[in-house]
Every structure is written in structure tokens, then in C-alpha cells.
């Protein structure tokens, strides 16, 4: 059975899109490798100018069985060595062409590995669907705002979303307009009534930004049901989705606070790679059938951010205008990062790459059940705090009835925000950082389409901070966790 | 004696840079690496789990004797060896920070590099000046455009333009006005007169756009003499001048057609240091008191293009928006691009990097020889057709008079386009590729704003093909250049 082709979206672009004139010179690159032209066209350097003949890397080599940050020696070693003119692997991009002009998509290697890679995660439900190399989500997500909005334009974002995210559209003029969220996302019967009752007049929203899978910051997971409820919605009110994965690979089993079923669950955690796929959160990719999701992931969190190396899976007629503007911008992610990628994964294989992100779930369930058992050991067991242990991602918060401070009228007025700010300097004073949640409100009281429904809280005192399990050690965090704990209990002791 | 700050042109900066807010994120970054702090505030995966450990590299050795090209092997052969955690050189930038988040303006090593170099190329006349490290040419102006145009703002930019630089800005709505140039480019009086006749009532530029050395696609380089008129009409005018330089490095000798000259001048061209420093084009930056000049500078041409890094010199005023466009854009370039060129950069240090840039005037100098030395045999030498050899870059132009073609009026209807259309075709069929001129034309006319002056064309069917000498090797420049000599001989008789 052959799979439809996805559907036209191209009335959703922004005017910049529409205008965009693709360079001539583009036209006539191809040429540049017919052996029956000579090419005078286009200023390409020749490669015997590059000043880099060959690069020897030690990488770890799968299935990684002393872990994914074991020593790189004996049978976890494995050299690589990619050259300028020669494929030493099939999968390997010389450096004379990945340091090249051209190819703005992505080099052919790297892009059929992550094709494949695409069709063992997603279940896939139209024909016509591609990957486009980016310079990480960052980028991806400011080039979808050029792709498909105007000044004035409306978008809709989780009610707390990573700031840089919301930021960016801020600055283009985009309003964010934040939509209600629990513990398990995005609450689809809230996002249906905004939407129903949209002022009328007034610019509908093109899309719908979310994290689905750890969200940044309240470290919350999508659930599946929810998903089909939103793509429902998306369908009736017509928007494009964008989902931002960067921690797709961070999923985990729930915590469990009793160590002897942890210690369980974690022999059964030795997954399979078939187990593995199957315990996957399922994406809006996997449910779409017109094309309509734009999914954006990247290599930051899953290999390293440096490599500022990330992919778009769409339709390949929503590629276009993405292909269109990156000629304008980046060009293509680095040639250096394209070929170290591609000559690491094709090596490791798609399966060595599952025992990798296999590897990678096993750490951050460490951390993830160190951080959560720190928080229960320090943070003072009472309704005032809430502990929401995360299923995925990097990221933990605790949340806090501010109204319990026992200042809260006094000094604070009754105003969480305040409470929230003192809290933040005396959390940085006891020598650990958290991020308070304010740093991540969607704003979106700027503009006269917000109903008052997204304004409502069932907890209006409430505040939280963040924090993450990724970036120090488990001794490191786990003192951070007790002087936040510290904290909070002679802050909230009357 | 001590230099001035620079100017204030805050004023100057588009609605989406006004209103850009700094990531609150940002100001908490510089706690990562407190040691009384333990960092749980960002997302920032652990080094331990970078796969890749160190990189071996391969390149050339200064002072590169046997030529930029020759084969890296006995006392042409530099090792570098780049790791995770070590620096085994002073200007190495370790992995586990080049791939980590942060440093949006650039790893330290790198730029301090690129500092000291902009000592010794430029004559700064203030006191905070800085380097920005980019992701490309392509993408500094692209960030350009975005700091400080509006839909609507208009930009100058030479009469025959990057095509590419002109789509990015009228894709944003931003209007390109065209300013006259001759073979010493852009002309002062001529663009005096433009602004000295702006319409009133309509908006002023806010920029001018030009590639001074080694123009793409024409060829020419702007004389020295004319910057300081036109950076003296910047200011009488108040606009930014932007200097889009990647063809900088590549300038030459003037090119002389009897070889026995020629071959005197190429054993003088083995130029000292000094001499070669002494011999470059003033910079517009040389010229700049006031903060007002952009520079654009690129490894594309220099190094390798994949490698995707550039930087900006400009004061430290006006590349703070750029950094906060960046942190919301691309990061930062590559981390592998930054560790790879630092290590190599620092390794041959400010004098083995003149060593490289000298090899590279060589090679140049005797492709544009090559591609002259062809023109001249090979196009018939009648008025009709004009060459005029490039002192810089990569690009040579032929200049024709279309009204010379013996069809001109009966069957092109005197329309010089219809003229450069058919010989375009009849070029790639002949088995050369070169770039008909109207591929870069910059387009004025859609604006009310355009005084006629501007307008003015003293060579009304003049047409002109772009070709360049950088792409291939000198044997099939040669053939290439007959198969386009034999193709406008054959069209051109009667």
C-alpha cells in the first residue's frame, strides 16, 4: 500500500518566504560535477588548498558494556580516520568535499543515516517526507519563525517554555500566547476552548511550539493519549505543530523511591534494542498524515552542543523555504562536524547508535534517581513543596506554595513573584543555582486575542525553580540538593 | 597617546534588535565555572560523554617551501594533536569545552588569535574594537541585515552585487538602491550625488553594502583613494559602510602580459613579510574613527569553506547585538571548527600564517595569469570585447558589446538581455560554465526613492560574463577558456 503524499501548507508562510527568490547561482551548481562542463562558474576553492589532510579520532566503540563514559581503550576503542580525498568507510564524507560549498541539506552520508534512523523511530503515514541538516535546534527553531511568521503573527507555546525559544519570537514581533499545562503537558481540553473561542478577527494561530518529550523547564513528558488530541486540534484549527526533541533520548522507567524495586526495574532496564524502541513515547511524527508536524532534533544533548548539528523531519515541500533561507544563512552546519558525525555513526551502525542512546538512558536514570532521592532526603516534607520526579529530559523542579513563606504578606505584599526572586538570591548565597521559574513564563498578556481562560491558575502562589541533573557529578549534585534543601527549610520555618 | 571610544549608532538598529531580550539564562551562565557554586542552572551534558576523545591532524608546515599544495609529508608535515581535556599547545581549545554550550562570541584561544591579527593588518583609530567569531560571510550579513533593517529600510550596494547578499535583504523587504561603479569600483561623486538628491520624505540608507577587494562578481577592487570618500559621505550621510572581505587575502600584482616581466615581477613577488603587509589595500576599517565600519572576514577563501567560520571586527557597541541575534541563532560556529583552526592557526603561528597567505597570493596570482594569458588568446581582440584583469580575487569578467552581434536587431530586438540569454545557452553548450552578468544586478527600480542619476549607464548594451580561475585546475581553465573564445568568435561573425 502506498503511502499518500502530505498536503500543500505553503498559504501558512510568512511574507519573507513568499518573497524569497532562490539565488540563480544556485541553478547552476549541479554543473559542477559534470564531467562535461568545465566549471567556471561558482568560487569554489580547490581542495588542495584545504590545510587539513586527514583527521585520527578515538571514539568509544559499541556495545559500550562499561558504560558510555568508560576509558577509551581495548575493546572500547575505535579509531577512525577520515581523510580528504578517500573514504576509509562507506559512511565517511571527505574533507575536500564536506569543507566544500554546496550541498545546503546536508551531505548524502550523514542525511541516509538519519533516514534510516527516522524510519526506526517514526512511524511514518505519508510519502514524501525528508531530513534537513541544521546547526541545532537553536537555529532550526529561529529558521521555522522565518518560515512561517510575520510581525504580529500568533503563536502558541507551552505555558512555561525555554525562554530562548520564546525570546526569539519576541524579538521578531511573533506574540507567544501560553497554553495551559499539568503534569502531563499540554491539557488538550484547555487548548481546544482558547481556540474555540478565539477572538474573532484577530490572527489565528500557524503553530504550535512544544517539548513534548522533559520538557525545559518543568521537565514534564507529553503523553501519548494527549498527542492525538492535539493533532486533532491542530486539524480543526489548522496549524502546524513543531516539536522540539532535543531530549527525546533522555526517556527513562518512572522513579521508584524503594531501591530494592529500582534495583529491579534496573536489571530489566538492560533492554533490548526492540524493547528499547518499543518503550519510546510516541511522536506527533508517528501520528501525522498530511505533513503538518515539523520535528526538530539534535545531536546536543545525545552526543555533544558543539557540534551545533541537528536535523528537520517534515515534508519535503515544508524542506523547501527551510533549504531556501539556510543558503541565506548558514549555508550547511559545519563540514568538520558533518564529517566527525557521519564517520561516527556509520561506523557504530544504526544498532551501535541504539547501544549508545541506551547507554545514555542508563546514566540519566542514575542521575535522574540520585537527584529525586536527594530532594526527598532534604526538601522538607510538607504541602508546601511539591517534587514532580521527571520521566525524561535533564531537568527536576520543585515546586512551592509561596504563600506558605512566612512572610508572604508582610514583607512580600502577598506577591509570589517576590518571594520567588528572594528565594533565588539566598538559594545563590548558599552556594548552588537553580533557575527560578519566572525565567520561563510565556508572555502573552501584550495582545488583545488572549481569552481569560489561559490566564487561569488552580494555584496562583505557586512557584517552582529548576534544576538540572546533567551538568555535575552525583557527589556535586547531590550536596547542591541538600543546600537547596537547607535553604528552603530555614526560609519556610516560622 | 590614547585612542577614543567609538560612536553610539544604537539609533540606527532595526525594531527586532530594540526589542530583543537577552536570554535571562545568560546571566547566569558565568556561574558554571565558579567553583564555590555547584552549577545546576543549565542544561549542559557532561563532557565524559563526548564521543571523541582527541583528534590527530595532518597538515602543512610553515614556511610551506614546496608551495600551499604540496604534499604534507618530510618538513612539510605538522602534527596536531587536539584532545578532549589537554591542551597540548598553548592555543589549543580543548573538546570538552569547544563542544560544550557558552561562548557565544567565540572560544578565547581562537580570538585572541584573530585579535593580534587585526593588529597587524588594520590601523585602529578607536580604542573598543572587537572580534565576533561567525558561522560564514553568509551568515555575518544575513545578521546584518536582521540588526539593523526594517521591512521597508533601504540599503546601497554596488550596481553588480552578490546575488546571494542582495536575495537575503529583499526577501526581508528591505530595498537594494544601486550604486554606479567603473573598474576602480564604486564611484564617490557619483554616489554623493545619489544621496546629496534622496528624495525627501523617504527613508535614508542605513548601510552601504560592498566587497572592496577582488568584487564579486565584477572583479574590480575598490581604490584606496575613494574609501576615504566614501567613508567621508558615510559620515556626511550617517550610514554604516559594511566591508564584506572574503577575497582579501587573495590580492596580487597587476597582470602583465609580456612573461618576461612577468617572471621578474614573480621573483620579486617572493615578498618579506613586511613587504607583503606594506602591499595590501587599505582597509575601510584603517580609515574608521568612529565605530562606523563592519568588517566581514571569512576562512572560506583562505582555508576551507566547509568550515563554516568567519568573524566580524566592529566596536564592541555594535557587536552586541550580533551576539544576541547568535545566542538565538546559531550558538556559536562549530566547536570542531574552532578547536581545528585554533590549533592549526596558533600552531603556525601570526608568521606562519603570513607564510600561508603569501603561498595562496601565489597560487592565485598564477591562475589569474593562466586565465588572462587564455582571455587574450583566445577571444578575438576587437572592440567589442573587453577584459580587464582582476588585481584581486577569484573572478575575471568579458565585457561585450551586445549591439555588435550581428542578430542584435533582427532577431534580439536590440535587448542586450536577449543577447546575454542566448550566449549563456550557447556557452553551456559549447561545454564551459560561466555566469551572465544579470545574475547580479542589483534592483533599484522598485523603489520611489531612485533618482535618476542612478539610473545612468554610460554603456547602454554592454553585457558581461563572470568566470572564475579558483575552481579548476590551469589545463582545463585553458580549454575552458578556447571552447567560450570559439563560441563568441563563431557568434560575433558575420
Redesign the interface.
Known amino acids: 500500500m502506498s503511502l499518500p503524499e502530505s498536503k500543500d501548507f505553503s498559504y501558512l508562510y510568512s511574507?519573507?518566504?513568499k518573497?524569497?527568490?532562490?539565488?540563480?547561482?544556485k541553478t547552476?551548481i549541479h554543473?559542477?560535477s559534470d564531467p562535461?562542463?568545465?566549471?567556471?562558474?561558482?568560487?569554489?576553492?580547490?581542495?588542495?588548498?584545504?590545510?587539513?589532510?586527514?583527521?585520527?579520532?578515538?571514539?568509544?566503540m559499541p556495545p559500550f558494556k562499561n558504560g558510555?563514559?568508560a576509558p577509551?581503550e581495548g575493546d572500547n576503542a575505535m579509531q577512525s580516520h577520515i581523510t580528504k580525498l578517500q573514504k576509509m568507510h562507506e559512511g565517511d564524507i571527505p574533507?575536500a568535499r564536506?569543507?566544500?560549498?554546496g550541498l545546503s541539506q546536508g551531505q548524502p552520508e550523514l542525511l541516509n543515516f538519519l533516514r534510516d534512523h527516522t524510519r526506526m523511530i517514526h512511524d511514518m503515514h505519508y510519502a514524501d517526507w525528508d531530513v534537513l541538516a541544521t546547526?541545532?535546534n537553536?537555529?532550526a527553531w529561529?529558521s521555522t519563525l522565518r518560515v512561517f511568521c510575520n510581525?504580529g503573527d500568533v503563536i502558541l507555546a507551552e505555558a512555561h517554555s525555554f525562554?530562548?525559544s520564546l525570546?526569539?519570537a519576541?524579538?521578531?514581533?511573533i506574540i507567544t500566547f501560553p497554553v495551559p499545562i499539568d503534569a502531563d503537558g499540554i491539557i488538550p481540553e484547555k487548548l481546544e476552548a482558547i481556540l474555540d473561542n478565539w477572538t474573532e478577527g484577530t490572527p489565528k494561530p500557524k503553530l504550535i511550539y512544544t517539548i513534548p518529550t522533559g520538557q525545559?523547564p518543568t521537565g514534564t513528558s507529553l503523553a501519548d493519549e494527549r498527542k492525538h488530541e492535539i493533532y486533532r486540534i491542530a486539524q480543526k484549527h489548522d496549524f502546524i505543530i513543531v516539536e522540539d526533541e532535543p531530549y527525546y533520548f533522555l526517556q527513562m522507567e518512572k522513579y521508584v523511591r524503594d531501591k530494592a524495586v529500582r534495583q529491579k526495574q534496573a536489571d530489566n532496564a538492560k533492554l533490548q534494542h526492540d524493547e528499547f524502541l518499543a518503550s519510546l513515547a510516541r511522536t506527533f511524527l508517528s501520528i501525522d498524515t498530511e505533513g503538518r508536524v515539523i520535528r526538530l532534533d539534535s545531536f546536543?544533548?545525545v552526543?555533544?552542543?558543539?557540534?551545533?548539528?541537528g536535523w528537520i523531519t517534515a515534508s519535503k515541500k515544508l524542506l523547501k523555504p527551510y533549504l531556501s533561507l539556510h543558503?541565506?544563512?548558514?549555508?550547511?552546519?559545519?563540514?568538520?562536524?558533518?564529517s566527525?558525525i557521519s564517520g561516527?555513526l556509520n561506523r557504530w551502525g544504526q544498532k551501535g547508535y541504539l547501544d549508545?542512546l541506551l547507554g545514555?538512558r542508563h546514566?540519566y536514570t542514575l542521575k535522574r534517581d540520585n537527584a529525586i532521592d536527594a530532594l526527598y532526603d532534604f526538601v522538607p516534607q510538607t504541602k508546601t513543596f511539591t517534587i514532580n520526579p521527571p520521566i525524561a529530559g535533564?531537568?527536576f523542579t520543585v515546586n512551592i506554595d509561596a504563600a506558605a513563606h512566612p512572610q508572604f504578606k508582610t514583607v512580600y505584599n502577598s506577591d509570589p513573584a517576590a518571594v520567588e526572586q528572594h528565594l533565588y538570591e539566598e538559594v545563590?548565597k548558599s552556594?548552588?543555582?537553580?533557575?527560578p521559574g519566572a525565567?520561563f513564563i510565556t508572555e502573552g498578556d501584550t495582545t488583545p486575542t488572549q481569552p481569560a481562560s489561559s490566564k487561569e491558575n488552580n494555584a496562583p502562589n505557586e512557584i517552582f525553580f529548576r534544576?538540572?541533573?546533567?551538568?555535575?557529578s552525583p557527589e556535586?549534585?547531590r550536596?547542591?540538593?541538600k543546600?537547596l534543601g537547607e535553604m528552603l527549610q530555614k526560609e519556610f520555618s516560622a
Open positions: 511574507d519573507e518566504t518573497a524569497r527568490k532562490p539565488s540563480p547561482l547552476c554543473l559542477f562535461n562542463i568545465i566549471f567556471l562558474g561558482g568560487g569554489l576553492p580547490l581542495s588542495d588548498y584545504f590545510p587539513w589532510e586527514d583527521l585520527e579520532v578515538n571514539s568509544p558510555i563514559g577509551i574533507l564536506s569543507l566544500q560549498y546547526a541545532g537553536t537555529n529561529e510581525r525562554s530562548s525570546a526569539a519576541q524579538a521578531q514581533g525545559n546536543s544533548k552526543l555533544a552542543p558543539g557540534t551545533r548539528l543558503e541565506m544563512t548558514i549555508q550547511a552546519p559545519s563540514g568538520f562536524s558533518q566527525l561516527l549508545w545514555l546514566e535533564m531537568f545563590v552556594g548552588v543555582l537553580v533557575v525565567w534544576g538540572t541533573y546533567a551538568a555535575v556535586k549534585l550536596e547542591g540538593l543546600r
